[in-house]
């Protein structure tokens, strides 16, 4: 549920779709899903309104499958909120994938991430880092779920056509890397 946070459905009254309450007169319980960041589900509980980083790597622009991935991923209630083509200098990629630091494919990972175009998305979304994580599919696209953008797109372990934010953390990191506050428009 979103809008004016002022103004809530009240979701434990299907059969009042039209009642509205002032949410300064709810306890804190509901006070929480008045939050912009917060949804209730049919169920009525309450769900995360998630931001998520979303990189479509160099191995999909190549192959002009942009378009085929954002359509996956808005499939799935993910909305993109900010979005932009860049080219990573090699400073970009290793400051971006510096947790991986020290692993073997480190080196071939930043190679890769700076060998040609990438897209760079913010999506926001219900429980939004872990439904693209979903969307995305196993790191290798071997072992992805079928009808995953890495089953469908990924050509294999390093060339596996998009990345996503693994954490609440890794998430608020990522982004704050990408995109200054001004460009993330909704
Ligand atoms: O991207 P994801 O979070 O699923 O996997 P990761 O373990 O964080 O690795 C980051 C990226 O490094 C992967 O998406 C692959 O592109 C690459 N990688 C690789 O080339 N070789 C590996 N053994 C592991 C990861
Ligand atoms: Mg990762």
Request: proline content about 0%; glycine content about 0%; aromatic content about 0%.
């Given at each position: 549920m979103r809008g004016d946070p002022d103004r809530l459905r009240l979701p434990y009254f299907p059969d009042h779709a039209a009642l509205f309450v002032e949410?300064?007169?709810?306890p804190l319980s509901c006070a929480v899903a008045i939050s912009p960041r917060n949804s209730v589900d049919d169920q009525g509980t309450i769900v995360a309104i998630e931001r998520t980083l979303s990189i479509i790597k160099p191995d999909a622009t190549e192959r002009n499958i942009v378009g085929l991935i954002i359509v996956r991923l808005e499939s799935a209630g993910l909305q993109v909120i900010a979005q932009k083509r860049v080219r990573w200098k090699k400073k970009d990629a290793k400051k971006f994938y510096d947790v991986h630091k020290g692993q073997p494919f480190y080196k071939d990972l930043v190679n890769f991430m700076t060998s040609g175009p990438i897209v760079l998305q913010v999506l926001e979304g219900e429980n939004a880092i872990l439904r693209n994580r979903e969307v995305m599919g196993a790191t290798n696209p071997v072992d992805a779920l079928p009808g995953t953008i890495r089953k469908d797109f990924g050509v294999n372990l390093q060339r596996n056509s998009v990345h996503g934010s693994d954490s609440e953390k890794t998430a608020k990191r990522e982004i704050a890397l990408c995109f200054k506050k001004s460009e993330i428009v909704g």
């Open positions: 949410a300064r007169a709810l």
